[in-house]
T-cell receptor
Framework: QQPVQSPQAVILREGEDAVINCSSSKALYSVHWYRQKHGEAPVFLMILLKGGEQMRHEKISASFNEKKQQSSLYLTASQLSYSGTYFCGTEASDKIIFGKGTRLHILP | DSGVTQTPKHLITATGQRVTLRCSPRSGDLSVYWYQQSLDQGLQFLIQYYNGEERAKGNILERFSAQQFPDLHSELNLSSLELGDSALYFC????????????FGPGTRLTVT
């Protein structure tokens, strides 16, 4: 089952915060987060493992609620470089399934 | 530069044909993953190999096959190509110092005409 990401798109001004959510109907082993800029390959941001701690990558952090099978990506004090499409990938039964992505556009 | 290389960068071929995409993982990485990205389907996991053995399978069509060789490079073979197979094909590798992090190659853009 493909995880559901919300919102589909976000427009922010530089310095504002954003939250991107990812939810699954399946019991998950882990959640992966990637960012992809237009015309480029996805770049790994972080992975959250079942029973693991909240992760951070620069000013981006994420959490994983195992009971609800949900993960949230928090972008603090967004920078222009944060623009792109954010994908969550949920891992269950050794397979990773990606959400449709959340497009994030940061305005100066 | 992620350290993962993919060839060719672009491939244009006709329906019914067969193509081979090649991926060289980062030095020291044992796992190779293949993904397909198209506009309407998003990013789809196809298959994973670990040290030469198939580890996990995603939504890979029977017309597609892959293998990982002793030197750890991998090939994705696509046969009886259809228009709908047009997409970006990414390979990623992991299994070095931080075994969970996947490093993506630049991708191969396949166009089937």
């Amino acid at each position: 089952q493909q995880p559901v990401q919300s919102p589909q798109a976000v427009i922010l001004r530089e310095g504002e915060d954003a939250v991107i959510n990812c939810s699954s109907s399946k019991a998950l082993y882990s959640v992966h987060w990637y960012r992809q800029k237009h015309g480029e390959a996805p770049v790994f941001l972080m992975i959250l493992l079942k029973g693991g701690e909240q992760m951070r990558h620069e000013k981006i952090s994420a959490s994983f609620n195992e009971k609800k099978q949900q993960s949230s990506l928090y972008l603090t004090a967004s920078q222009l470089s944060y623009s792109g499409t954010y994908f969550c990938g949920t891992e269950a039964s050794d397979k990773i399934i990606f959400g449709k992505g959340t497009r994030l556009h940061i305005l100066p | 530069d992620s350290g993962v290389t993919q060839t060719p960068k672009h491939l244009i071929t006709a329906t019914g044909q067969r193509v081979t995409l090649r991926c060289s993982p980062r030095s020291g990485d044992l796992s190779v993953y293949w993904y397909q990205q198209s506009l309407d389907q998003g990013l789809q996991f196809l298959i994973q190999y670990y040290n030469g053995e198939e580890r996990a399978k995603g939504n890979i069509l029977e017309r597609f096959s892959a293998q990982q060789f002793p030197d750890l490079h991998s090939e994705l073979n696509l046969s009886s190509l259809e228009l709908g197979d047009s997409a970006l094909y990414f390979c990623a590798s992991s299994g070095g110092d931080n075994s969970y992090e996947q490093y993506f190659g630049p991708g191969t853009r396949l166009t089937v005409t």
